[in-house]
């Protein structure tokens, strides 16, 4: 047989296939090498392209979001006068003071300064209130202070507006931005931290209004879901994978966990409005329920990591243990999850940063409400990151488009750092082999 | 010494010798509908070596298993018949499994330290089992054990280094020095140097032998000259029965089974 073929190649007048150096032979690497390069050139493509994406929604996020992190201020000869304050003359004690009128004095000394009302922010006060709080004896003077400037003034001066274009193209008007030329031009405009968006909870006001509250959300929230989901659903995890039987009821139970993990997030939310909310009358809007919400749908993918980083431990460790006596659970605790607990760490992060992204579901358990201070406790009204993305891109006032970037941009910084941790702490954990 | 025993071992009465530490009759494994094993009769002596050969699959490794009761923990598997350590049958429920694993250690084909330091390696049986009362307890067992596999002058040293970063001869001695830190009757050994090389294969040869009358030794190999050598009693299994067992010496010499004879011999396998 063998011989046939190699009478009959010459005669063909083709080289024989082992002849490596052949015109045929070396036709064929040349294909092949190409294949390679093409195959190289996708991937790098690939990878351009999704670099481009990422880097494109950075840039885009980012210029527009970066300018709500300061804010314009305006200065105002501000008349601590006793009777437009409502308070006596000596009055010293800080409570009192506290509760003096300052709206009316600030509308009083703006006008007195020839400002048009638009000009000093209606929270333009907070800063008289802090200001004669540290220093009582300024009762009576007249004291220029730096006063958040109302949100248009606050746009005009970071440039948000053509003001070579017509009065009807802008949501400014032509008076609006005379004042603001002419505060620019007396130097009695500056550009500040914006501490009401870092310190503080939602506003009608977009220059007033702060993401501290919904990041304290979303922070209360994410507690009650790890503190629920991550022990069962490690416990749950550990169960089926090192302990049930492999039976029909286990499958089920299985295939069930996997189609849990795939349910549309709003389905959990209905769940949480109607098994939290109108069966245990949990309070509406509470950080407890979102969390509890969101550990219902945190707790199928916890599962289905951990099984599968319990299933990647090698069986040589198990049978290592066992046959020195160890106990199940012994072998499990002691080598088993050790072994597999980076995995579940990074199961849990996803799991979790999903969770931080979420909106519909806390939408449903009344997350979206307007709420203007920040939540101090698990049962507090509270709102979350990406549900305060939601309202303020919902909202029609032009200085929210900024803080909607803004908002993103925590948002996203929330997300860094916890992924951050969780890298940290498995390669703290991470047992070399 | 009872007619049954010297019939089943098939050896000459000796007046110093032990009664068998496990006995196994009629022994049968079955892995789902495959019966793995068939009937298996045979007394493990404290004396001696005991050396499992046969061609694969033909289940010496499954028997070891039943040994220990390491098969409780394959899906599916049923064994049958009665195995006794010490005249206790080992299935019975007053036995208690991970005791029996703590008398009955094992050692695996594929070295596999604990990915932990040699120290706790070893440690880790003599600390679940609460054997030592003190830290110098402890490190008095881990060195005992260390220097009974060999090991001790190697790791002395290092003893907190991973398990896992000794040579792979190194790493089975550790998991032999991990197996008699618990203080075991009897060690179970799953071609233990079927992954090593000759240097390697030669100390862990060596160490049985210095092992050996301290402990009842069960060693499964594919390896007739390491059979040869290491082990006083040899079984041959072939699918899932044993076919002969008796003195290695005469299964080596003089076979009485025409199966056995053309195993050993090379005739298949």
Redesign the interface.
């Known amino acids: 047989m063998s011989e046939a073929l190699t009478a009959a190649a010459p005669a063909h007048g083709r080289a024989a296939p082992t002849e490596w150096g052949s015109r045929e032979m070396q036709g064929r690497l040349r294909r092949r090498y190409a294949a390679e390069q093409r195959f190289r050139l996708m991937g790098i493509g690939a990878f351009l392209v999704a670099a481009g994406f990422l880097v494109i929604l950075l840039v885009t996020i980012v210029s527009a979001g970066w300018n709500s992190f300061r804010s314009a201020e305006v200065q105002v000869p501000v008349v601590l006068d006793p009777v437009t304050l409502g308070v006596a003359p000596d009055e010293r004690d800080p409570e009192r003071l506290a509760r003096a009128d300052f709206q009316a004095a600030v509308a009083e000394s703006a006008a007195r300064a020839g400002l048009p009302p638009f000009v000093v922010s209606d929270g333009g006060w907070l800063a008289v209130r802090e200001r004669l709080a540290s220093d009582p004896s300024l009762l009576g003077q007249t004291v220029p202070m730096w006063l958040t400037a109302q949100s248009h003034i606050d746009l005009l001066a970071k440039g948000a507006f053509d003001l070579e274009s017509d009065e009807s193209e802008r949501a400014v008007s032509d008076l609006e931005v005379e004042t603001f030329r002419a505060l620019k031009a007396e130097g009695k405009l500056r550009l500040v931290l914006n501490r009401h968006f870092l310190f503080g909870a939602d506003s009608v006001d977009p220059e007033l209004a702060g993401i501290w509250g919904a990041l304290k959300g979303s922070f209360l929230v994410l507690v009650v879901t790890l503190a629920l989901s991550f022990p069962v659903g490690v416990f749950a995890a550990i169960y089926l994978e090192e302990f049930a039987p492999?039976n029909r009821w286990t499958d089920m139970v299985e295939v069930s966990i996997n189609n849990l993990a795939a349910v549309p997030s709003i389905i959990f939310g209905l769940l949480g409005l109607a098994v939290f909310l109108n069966t245990f009358n949990m309070p509406r809007s509470a950080p407890v329920v979102g969390g509890l919400t969101l550990a219902l749908m945190t707790l199928p993918v916890i599962v289905v990591s951990a099984r599968a980083a319990l299933k990647a431990v090698?069986p040589?460790?198990?049978?290592?243990?066992?046959?020195?006596?160890?106990?199940p659970v012994?072998v499990v605790f002691?080598?088993v999850l050790p072994?597999a607990f980076p995995g579940v760490l990074t199961g849990t992060i996803i799991g979790l940063a999903r969770a931080l992204g979420e909106t519909a579901p806390l939408l449903m358990i009344g997350m979206r409400a307007f709420i203007t201070s920040v939540p101090q406790g698990f049962t507090d009204p509270a709102t979350v990151l990406p549900v305060q993305v939601f309202i303020w891109s919902d909202n029609v006032q032009r200085g929210f488009v900024e803080k909607t970037s803004g908002a993103i941009i925590v948002l996203l910084l929330f997300l860094l750092l916890m992924n951050s941790v969780a890298i940290f702490l498995r390669n703290r954990l991470e047992?070399?082999? | 010494m009872s007619v049954d025993m010297v019939n089943v071992a098939g050896r000459e009465a000796d007046a110093g010798r032990r009664p068998p530490k496990m006995t196994a009759r009629d022994v049968h494994v079955w892995y789902g509908e495959t019966h793995a094993i068939k009937g298996v009769s045979m007394d493990i002596s404290m004396d001696d070596v005991t050396a499992f050969i046969g061609p694969s699959g033909c289940g010496k490794s499954t028997f070891l298993r039943c040994l220990n009761r390491m098969n409780d923990t394959i899906d599916g598997c049923r064994v049958e018949g009665r195995i006794e350590l010490d005249g206790h049958d080992i299935h019975a429920p007053s036995m208690d499994v991970v005791q029996l694993r703590a008398r009955v250690g094992m050692v695996f084909q594929k070295p596999n330290p604990f990915p932990k330091s040699i120290y706790e390696n070893v440690a880790y049986g003599p600390r679940i089992h609460g054997l030592a009362r003190s830290r110098a307890d402890l490190d008095n067992v881990v060195e005992q054990s260390l220097r009974r596999s060999g090991l001790w002058d190697e790791v002395k040293d290092r003893l907190s280094a991973s398990g896992t970063a000794l040579s792979g001869g190194q790493q089975q001695r550790l998991c032999i020095a991990r197996a008699i830190a618990v203080d075991p009757e009897v060690i179970l050994m799953d071609e233990p140097a079927s992954a090593l090389d000759p240097i390697a294969t030669a100390k862990i040869e060596e160490l049985i032998d210095e092992l050996r009358g301290r402990y009842a030794i069960v060693i499964v190999t594919h390896n007739m000259q390491q059979a040869a050598r290491v082990s006083q009693k040899t079984a041959f299994f072939h699918l899932g029965s044993l076919v002969e067992y008796g003195n290695t010496r005469d299964i080596f010499t003089n076979p009485r089974e025409v199966r056995t004879k053309d195993y050993i011999t090379g005739r298949y396998g």
């Open positions: 492999r090698p040589s460790i198990r049978d290592a243990a066992l046959g020195v006596g160890a106990s012994q002691h080598h072994l047992v070399r082999w």
